[in-house]
C-alpha cells in the first residue's frame, strides 16, 4: 500500500469511478462537446448555438441539495439527488428566462465508493438527457478527514443562454397581473434541515420515524416521500417563451419558501396576494405542520408547499399558457394569486 492510499486517498476508486461513469457522461454529449473526462477543462462550441441569437448573454448559476443527502445516505440511494443538483440548476436559469446548456457537477466524499458515484452521475446523466443539457465535466474528491465517515457532498454549476432584450427580471411585473403556480413533486432541495428535525426527532416535536417508517397519510415511506425527484419545468415553460407569451417574473421556490422567493421579482411598490387553498396540497406538508405544530408564515418559509416555480403573467396569457401544456401533461398549473399594490412583501389569505 502506498502513502497516499494510507493517507485515506484511493487513487484505484478514482481510476474505477471514471471507467463506471464515462459513457452516462458521455451519453449527454452532442457534436458541440469537444472534450471528454480526462481533460483539465470541458470544451463546448457555442457556434451553431449564438446563430440563433441576436444578442447572446450567458447565464450560470451554482447551487447544492443539501441536507437532503443526508436523507439519500440514510436509504443508500443516490441516483435521485443526482437528478436534483441538475433539475434545480436547469430552473434556477429558467428563472430568467435562460436555456441552460452545459452542467459540472463536484462531489466530494469522506472515501470515494465507486458505487455511489457511479449512482449520482447515472442520475445527473439521466437529467441532462431529458432536457437537453450536456455533462461536460467535474470534480471528484477525496477527502478524509474534511468529512466524516460515509459523508457526501455534491453541488452542479450550470451555464444556459438567452436573449439579451428577453431576459425575465420582474420589471415589467404590473399591479393586476396574476400568479400561475406550477406544482412540485414534494420538497424538491429544500427545507431538509426542519423536515428532519420533525420526521426523524424524537425530541419535542419529532415523531420519531425513519425513513422506513410507512405512513398512511402520505401512502408511502417517509424516506420515499422526501426523496420525490425535483421537478424540472423547463420544456413547458420555455415552450411558452419561444411562442412568445409575456411572461414577466418567474420565480423558483427554493431555500426561504414562497416568502423570499417571489419578492426577488417584485418591484418595491408591488406585493404578491397568495390565495391559500386554491392548489392541491401535497400530504407531505400538512402532515409535517401538524406533528411540530409549525406555524403557517414559517411553512411557507421553509418550504415550496407543493408549487416549485411560479410565472407572472398578464391575465389574457392564461389561456394561452393551458394551451400550451396539453403538450406536456405531465405538468398542470393553478392561478393562485395576484399582484397588488404593497412594499415587495408576499400577503397570505
Known amino acids: 500500500m502506498d502513502l497516499y492510499t494510507q493517507a485515506g486517498v484511493d487513487i484505484e476508486a478514482g481510476n474505477e ?137 455534491i453541488a452542479g454549476s450550470i451555464t444556459g443562454v438567452v436573449e439579451k432584450d428577453k431576459i425575465i427580471t420582474g420589471e415589467k411585473i404590473k399591479e393586476g397581473d396574476i400568479l400561475l403556480g406550477l406544482p412540485s413533486s414534494g420538497l424538491h432541495t429544500n427545507g431538509y434541515s426542519l423536515a428532519r428535525k420533525i420526521l426523524f426527532s424524537d425530541i419535542s416535536v419529532g415523531a420519531g420515524h425513519t425513513v422506513d417508517t410507512q405512513v398512511d397519510e402520505l401512502g408511502m415511506s417517509v424516506g420515499e416521500a422526501l426523496l420525490k425527484v425535483h421537478v424540472n419545468y423547463s420544456m413547458p415553460v420555455l415552450e411558452m417563451l419561444d411562442s412568445g407569451i409575456d411572461i414577466r417574473g418567474i420565480a423558483h421556490i427554493t431555500g426561504g419558501g414562497f416568502l423570499e422567493n417571489i419578492p426577488r421579482v417584485l418591484s418595491e411598490n408591488l406585493d404578491a396576494q397568495i390565495n391559500l387553498n386554491t392548489w392541491p396540497m401535497l400530504p407531505i406538508f400538512p402532515y409535517m405542520q401538524k406533528i411540530a405544530n409549525v406555524p403557517q408564515d414559517q411553512m411557507y418559509r421553509a ?36 399582484i397588488i399594490n404593497g412594499n415587495k412583501k408576499v400577503v397570505l389569505i
Open 17 to 153: 469511478t471514471v471507467k463506471r461513469i464515462k459513457s452516462d457522461v458521455a451519453s449527454t454529449h452532442t457534436s458541440a462537446v469537444l472534450t471528454g473526462i480526462g481533460s483539465f477543462g470541458g470544451l463546448y462550441d457555442l457556434g451553431e448555438i449564438i446563430k440563433n441569437y441576436t444578442n447572446p448573454v450567458l447565464v450560470q448559476s451554482i447551487d447544492g441539495v443539501g441536507t437532503k443527502l443526508s436523507v439519500a445516505r440514510m436509504m443508500n440511494k443516490y441516483d435521485t439527488v443526482g437528478e436534483d443538483i441538475v433539475n434545480h440548476c436547469c430552473d434556477d436559469l429558467l428563472a430568467m428566462g435562460a436555456r441552460s446548456l452545459t452542467f459540472l457537477d463536484y462531489v466530494a466524499h469522506d472515501k470515494l465508493d465507486p458505487n455511489v458515484m457511479q449512482a449520482m452521475v447515472s442520475g445527473m446523466a439521466k437529467a441532462c438527457r431529458e432536457n437537453g443539457v450536456a455533462l461536460i465535466g467535474g470534480e471528484t474528491a477525496e477527502m478524509p478527514g474534511t468529512y466524516m465517515a460515509g459523508e457526501h457532498d
Open 303 to 338: 418550504f415550496n408547499m407543493g408549487i416549485g416555480l411560479i410565472l407572472v403573467v398578464p391575465p389574457a396569457e392564461k389561456e394561452k399558457i393551458e394551451n400550451i401544456l396539453q403538450n406536456h401533461p405531465d405538468y398542470k398549473i393553478f392561478e393562485i394569486g395576484q
